[in-house]
């Protein structure tokens, strides 16, 4: 008998980079979900399998041994295994266990992939070795696996993994849910090409040390931005938050993140009505977002499938990490 648990993707509707240096983010867990089932063994090693990435493979004693994939699969593993290390040092119980991970989040494109599966792992591992965690303690575990994916972040992804809805995110607040009455209709259009979070935000560090007067007041920009876009989601204004999306994408180009492939979707996403568009995430590739009126998402969803890009028509979902069965 095995316990599968769930956790959301999300988007990043302002505030992205930023947010690694205290400012605030606008974060909407989306309906895509990573799911982790996990099973007792009979023996201590702790089996993994991604069926997305096509890769598995054992710790025991310390080791891991690769069965499917190249050298890579341990370092896209580990975090599985640093979150069962954590519940095991939490509750005083280890076990081995196969843990199975499905996921229909896209891996490295910015929609939170990593943190979605670390969460779900973290609650199913808890609950199969009967352990009582707050969703505060997985959002915790979640953030030291991100650690390992991500080097310094700002744990705005564990955080809309564990906590879903709509969250205005600060590292020294933490999660604060925001009032959303309205929905945000959006379309995410994927680029298809993967880059590496922890090297974007290394990139926007380096930045910042060469050319901190200009690079600071940008930050600072991105935090009137979100509180403006507080504002205009309290009230319903689809038109003020297009409008502040491009502006922030501005900003985001201006710190070096976006890419070739980032515009042109971007642009497409203009031309056929969006309100708004930015990149979401890390940039680099990975996806954008396009805000509009409800009866032009489809039509922008088809600009952005002319343009090569891979478009989903998002909706918020106000569930976190949760027990699926
Ligand atoms: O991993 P992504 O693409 O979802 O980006 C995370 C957001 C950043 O602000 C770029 C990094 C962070 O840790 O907040």
Not at 41 to 58: P, Q, W
Request: charged share 25%; hydrophobic share 45%.
């Amino acid at each position: 008998m095995g316990v599968v648990a769930s956790a959301p993707a999300k988007v990043i509707l302002f505030g992205e980079h930023f947010v690694v240096y205290g400012e605030p983010a606008i974060v909407l867990a989306i309906d895509k979900r990573a799911y982790a089932k996990v099973e007792l063994r009979n023996d201590k090693r702790v089996h993994v399998r991604s069926t997305n990435l096509g890769i598995s493979g054992y710790f025991e004693d310390n080791l891991f041994r690769l069965e499917t994939g190249n050298e890579q699969a341990k370092y896209k593993l580990e975090p599985i295994k640093k979150v069962v290390d954590k519940i095991s040092e939490i509750s005083g119980k280890t076990a081995g266990l196969d843990v199975e991970i499905r996921s229909t989040v896209p891996v490295a494109a910015g929609l939170g992939s990593s943190a979605a599966v670390a969460a779900a792992t973290a609650m199913a591992v808890a609950k199969i070795l009967g352990v009582e965690l707050s969703k505060e303690e997985i959002f915790r575990i979640t953030y030291e696996a991100e650690r390992i994916v991500h080097g310094t972040p700002s744990g705005v992804d564990p955080a809309i993994a564990t906590f879903g809805g709509t969250i205005l995110f600060q590292m020294d607040t933490g999660v604060k849910p925001l009032e959303a009455k309205m929905d945000i209709p959006l379309v995410i259009g994927d680029t298809r090409v993967s880059r590496s979070t922890r090297n974007l935000v290394a990139q926007v560090r380096e930045k910042r040390k060469r050319f901190p007067s200009i690079v600071d007041p940008i930050l600072r920009s991105g935090r009137q931005i979100v509180l403006r876009a507080i504002e205009a989601i309290r009230q319903g204004d689809i038109r003020t938050l297009g409008e502040l999306a491009n502006i922030n994408h501005a900003l985001l180009c201006a710190i070096g993140v976006s890419s070739e492939s980032l515009e042109w979707l971007i642009t497409n996403a203009r031309k056929a009505g969006a309100l708004g568009a930015k990149l979401t995430g890390a940039g680099g590739g990975g996806c954008m977002i396009a805000l509009a009126e409800p009866d032009r998402l489809e039509a922008i969803a088809e600009a952005i499938q002319r343009a090569g890009g891979t478009p989903y028509v998002a909706r918020k979902t106000d569930h976190g990490v949760r027990i699926e069965s």
